[in-house]
């Protein structure tokens, strides 16, 4: 079955540098997006993209956070200097297979775990 | 806006018997979706079921069933013959019907399953 694929699995990371999350979304899925869980926590949205644009983003979402799609698979997260309560689990997911009935049941990647020391 | 609420913040079973997680939500909307995940303790969130808010009969996927109540705006997930491995966090969440949308999360259930 296919699935949503994240890299690394695990990130450490010194407070201030600059990292990026990868993700990989099911191949015919339209729209890709961004969750984040700090330990103990519920899940909270960032960003949703469709068609190379930001369609919807959170208030955590700030200028420091940026999204791409480098090329046909690849969906990234860059976090531009990283801050201590930044350290949580980092969410892929993606929806949108036309063969569903509907167009917003996410599929989530198994998360990145970033830890900033 | 919408809201998740998730009142209960641990559940415990026995093996083989059902168990019941709540679930009410708030929204001014119409046109929503009603989702269930679990996440074992490995972290990864496993999408479990799916209720549309024009849905007329209750989703069920196996050993899950959703109980939904428009007018109460509950949508709890019944878990029916408990098995060890069901032990997990539970997280309702919801959306517009509108694809590219925010799932918003409830705080989550922890469920343990005793044998």
């Known amino acids: 079955e296919p699935e949503v694929t994240q890299t690394p699995s695990h990130q450490v990371t010194q407070m201030g540098q600059e990292v990026i999350l990868r993700c990989v979304p099911i191949?015919?899925?339209?729209?890709f997006y961004w969750y984040r869980q700090i330990l103990g926590q519920k899940v909270e949205f960032l960003v949703s993209f469709y068609n190379n644009e930001i369609s919807e983003k959170s208030e955590i979402f700030d200028d420091q956070f940026s999204v791409e799609r480098p090329d046909g698979s690849n969906f990234t997260l860059k976090i531009r200097s990283t801050k201590l309560e930044d350290s949580a689990m980092y969410f892929c997911?993606?929806?949108?297979?036309?063969?569903?009935?509907?167009?917003?049941?996410?599929?989530f990647g198994p998360g990145t775990r970033l830890t900033v020391l | 806006a919408q809201k998740i609420t998730q009142t209960q913040p641990g559940m415990f079973v026995q093996e083989k018997e059902a168990v019941t997680l709540d679930c009410t939500y708030d929204t001014s909307d119409q046109s929503y979706g009603l989702f269930w995940y679990k996440q074992p303790s490995s972290g990864e969130m496993i999408f479990l079921i799916y209720?549309?808010?024009?849905?007329?009969q209750n989703a069920t996927e196996g050993r899950y069933s959703l109980n939904f109540q428009k007018a109460r705006k509950s949508a709890n997930l019944v878990i029916s013959a408990s098995q060890l491995g069901d032990s997990a966090m539970y997280f309702c969440a919801m959306s517009l019907n509108q694809a590219g949308t925010a799932l918003i999360f409830g705080k989550g259930t922890t469920l343990s399953v005793s044998s």
């Open positions: 209720q549309g808010s024009y849905d007329e």
């Open positions: 191949s015919n899925h339209l729209y």
């Open positions: 997911a993606s929806s949108g297979d036309s063969l569903r009935h509907s167009y917003n049941e996410q599929f």
